[in-house]
């Protein structure tokens, strides 16, 4: 295996580590993980996205997403690729997530 292959491989490996650490520590609900509003939308996109691939559903064209009568209009397009990280390691954690 050549070395940059290798490098890769391992960078990969790392991504994907440190992705279900994250997870971990925001769903745990043990852990005091402050979250502000901005991250609390993206976290309920993610689980909504989750949540709609858990069913074998693609998810609403557009969201909205917000605390109260603040709602953000949230597009399908976000948060495929790059958010996917995050959104891959709640298949492996079967916990309810209460992001309030």
Not at 37 to 48: P, V
Not at 76 to 98: A, D, E, T
């Amino acid at each position: 295996m050549k070395k940059e292959t290798r490098g890769r491989i391992l960078e990969a490996i790392a991504y994907i580590f440190i992705s279900f650490l994250v997870v971990l520590i925001a769903i745990n609900g043990v852990t005091p993980f402050k979250i502000p509003a901005d991250g609390q939308i993206h976290l309920a996109r993610y689980e909504q996205v989750f949540q709609s691939l858990r069913h074998l559903k693609v998810p609403a064209e557009i969201s909205f997403i917000g605390p109260g009568h603040n709602l953000n209009a949230v597009i399908s397009c976000y948060p495929w690729l790059g958010g996917f990280l995050f959104i891959l390691p709640r298949f492996f954690i079967s916990r309810n997530v209460n992001l309030s």
